[in-house]
């Protein structure tokens, strides 16, 4: 069953260290399978707080988000992520 990672955005606290962790975590991704299917596109808040940007990605199985969420490559790149901004992350299963 297909599973999702959303990534919410709340607040950019250092713009030039988010980019970094683009740099280290972009290849994170190869070799796992990966669907992007929104990335800090326009976006509405039609309820609940605001955010600055969100991102979701697909995943064949939550087995295969956690491989790529969990991997030593990601791990990585992370800690750059959660000094240069505040998200929220969650993983679901699809219907």
Do not use: N
């Given at each position: 069953?297909?599973?999702?990672v959303v990534f919410i955005?709340?607040?950019?606290?250092?713009?030039?260290?988010?980019?970094e962790y683009h740099?280290?975590?972009?290849?994170?991704?190869?070799?796992?399978p990966i669907?992007?299917?929104a990335y800090y596109g326009k976006h509405e808040t039609l309820e609940g707080?605001?955010?600055?940007g969100v991102v979701l990605f697909r995943f064949p199985s939550m087995e295969?988000?956690?491989?790529?969420?969990?991997?030593p490559a990601y791990q990585a790149a992370l800690p750059l992520r959660r000094?240069?901004?505040d998200f929220r992350v969650l993983l679901f299963e699809g219907v």
């Open positions: 069953m297909a599973a999702y955005l709340d607040k950019m606290k250092d713009r030039e260290l988010f980019d740099r280290v975590g972009r290849p994170a991704s190869a070799g796992h669907e992007r299917l707080l605001p955010s600055e295969a988000a956690h491989a790529w969420y969990d991997s000094k240069a901004s």
